[in-house]
């Protein structure tokens, strides 16, 4: 038997959300109302990123299957889609909270756009991740891509990362993780031979993070060689973002 990570929702964690059809930045407020954030800018703890199976019901929290040790869960029943959960901190003040900042917020989808934007901001991660030992990067979604669909258009967000922090300055992001992880109870789940490792995506599909390979590589799915292909030919749609600092250290702060 194989142990499954499972999450019902449980106490669900305040949020950041990516409306994917309008390209914009949402935190639900103290009134339980949705306030826009425009151009957030984050810490992001990718190194302890999740994949796997999520559900959005209707008025309720999400449902999570997450994949373990790269194996790729089995679907469940119903409308799961692949996606991912990672979690973020804000110390900017923000004029739709008062002034006030995010805080550390849980983001997770099942979108294509924005697993998109995520495969390619985890690819800078990967690329300097080894320069900053036990670091975070601190990043800024800066514009959007339009991705052409058959239901409309799709914005894809668009991040850089602006710099790095001690894991030690952002002692609330890493509790944060640490009580997620702990809150997953594993379940039984069939056989090994049944759970499968990460396939080659689906036309609709997007592979995981940390399994992205170029678009031009023998393993890339149909999926991602026409969703490249979309973004090769459209413009970027800037979304006026903040000017960027000139001082990095002086300007963060974390």
């Known amino acids: 038997m194989t142990n499954l990570n499972l999450s019902t929702g449980g106490e669900f964690s305040p949020f950041i959300k990516y409306n994917a059809k309008a390209g914009r930045w949402f935190v639900r407020g103290d009134n339980g109302t949705d306030v826009e954030v425009p151009n957030p800018?984050?810490?992001?703890?990718?190194?302890?990123?999740?994949?796997?199976?999520?559900?959005?019901?209707?008025?309720?929290?999400?449902?999570?299957?997450?994949?373990?040790?790269?194996?790729?869960?089995?679907?469940?029943?119903?409308?799961?889609?692949?996606?991912?959960?990672?979690?973020?901190?804000?110390?900017?003040?923000?004029?739709?909270?008062?002034?006030?900042?995010?805080?550390?917020?849980?983001?997770?989808s099942n979108a294509y756009a924005v697993k998109s934007g995520m495969m390619d901001l985890y690819r800078q991660y990967e690329a300097t991740e080894k320069q900053n030992p036990n670091g975070i990067p601190v990043v800024r979604c800066v514009s959007v891509k339009v991705i052409k669909g058959e239901y409309g258009d799709?914005?894809?967000?668009?991040?850089?990362?602006?710099?790095?922090?001690?894991?030690?300055?952002?002692?609330?992001?890493?509790?944060?993780?640490?009580?997620?992880?702990?809150?997953?109870?594993?379940?039984?789940?069939?056989?090994?031979?049944?759970?499968?490792?990460?396939?080659?995506?689906?036309?609709?599909?997007?592979?995981?993070?940390?399994?992205?390979?170029?678009?031009?590589?023998?393993?890339?799915g149909p999926g991602e060689v026409a969703a490249a292909a979309v973004r090769e030919t459209v413009v970027p749609q800037p979304i006026a973002p903040p000017p960027m600092p000139t001082d990095l250290d002086d300007d963060i702060p974390f």
């Open 154 to 220: 799709s914005f894809e967000p668009v991040f850089v990362i602006e710099t790095w922090v001690g894991r030690d300055r952002v002692p609330q992001l890493t509790a944060a993780v640490s009580a997620d992880l702990q809150s997953v109870q594993p379940i039984l789940a069939p056989a090994p031979d049944t759970v499968t490792p990460f396939p080659s995506p689906s036309p609709l599909s997007v592979r995981p993070p940390a399994m992205a390979e170029s678009v031009h590589s023998p393993l890339a």
């Open 41 to 108: 800018r984050f810490a992001i703890d990718l190194a302890n990123i999740r994949q796997g199976w999520i559900l959005f019901p209707q008025a309720s929290p999400p449902m999570f299957v997450w994949d373990v040790q790269g194996m790729r869960a089995p679907k469940p029943e119903g409308d799961y889609k692949d996606g991912f959960k990672v979690f973020v901190m804000g110390t900017d003040p923000q004029p739709g909270l008062a002034n006030q900042n995010i805080g550390v917020r849980e983001w997770s």
